[in-house]
């Protein structure tokens, strides 16, 4: 798939998705996936009630960190 197929279906996506999530496309085990990453999981379970398990030719993933960000501060404070 070529770059400019990719950036076009990412931005179709944002369109039709939502822009508060990111895409992607990558080579899955089913084939060409768009995986959709959401920022938590209440968000990830909007993104999926959203998109359809096949869109555009290409499987679609929903998932969300659960790892903290490097903005969140890790609970430890300093020693001043």
Do not use: C, Q
């Not at 990719?6 to 080579?27: V, W």
């Not at 959203?50 to 501060?73: F, G, M, N, R």
């Amino acid at each position: 798939m070529s770059r400019i197929t990719e950036d076009s279906l990412k931005l179709k996506a944002a369109i039709e998705f939502g822009s508060e999530y990111t895409y992607e496309i990558k080579n899955g085990g089913h084939g060409p996936t768009l995986v959709i990453e959401a920022s938590s999981k209440a968000s990830a379970s909007i993104a999926r009630k959203k998109a359809p398990s096949k869109w555009e030719d290409l499987y679609v993933l929903v998932v969300y960190s659960t790892a903290p960000s490097e903005e969140e501060p890790s609970g430890l404070s300093s020693i001043v």
